[in-house]
């Protein structure tokens, strides 16, 4: 098993910025992918960005620009620096974890609410 805990959500005006950490504990083996998702009321759940154990970074194209993602391979921790944030980022963001032989995890999610 492995558990997800996120942390620095919160609320801030737009053009402000967060950063969300997210630290991972358990049986987790290399070769995996970390990564945030968010879902907004009403909305599904969607991808923002994601990076691999060799440091393949992805993101959604509404972010690329103002987020940047990072981690720490021997902490087992994620990190998303959010700046330049838009009311349009407002939504419960989500950390995952996924390997072939680890599995598939997800944090219980942060909120982040950015003001107009």
């Known amino acids: 098993q492995v558990q997800l805990v996120e942390s620095g959500g919160g609320l801030v005006q737009a053009g402000g910025s967060l950063r969300l950490s997210c630290a991972a504990s358990g049986r987790i083996f290399s070769n995996n992918v970390m990564g945030w998702y968010r879902q907004a009321p009403g909305k599904q759940r969607e991808l923002v960005s994601t990076i691999t154990s060799s440091s393949t970074m992805r993101y959604a194209d509404s972010v690329k620009g103002r987020f940047t993602i990072s981690r720490d391979n021997a902490k087992n921790t994620v990190a998303l620096q959010m700046n330049s944030l838009k009311p349009e980022d407002t939504a419960v963001y989500y950390c995952?974890?996924?390997?072939?032989?680890?599995?598939?995890?997800w944090g219980q999610g942060t909120q982040v609410t950015v003001s107009s």
């Open positions: 995952r974890l996924f390997g072939v032989t680890t599995g598939d995890y």
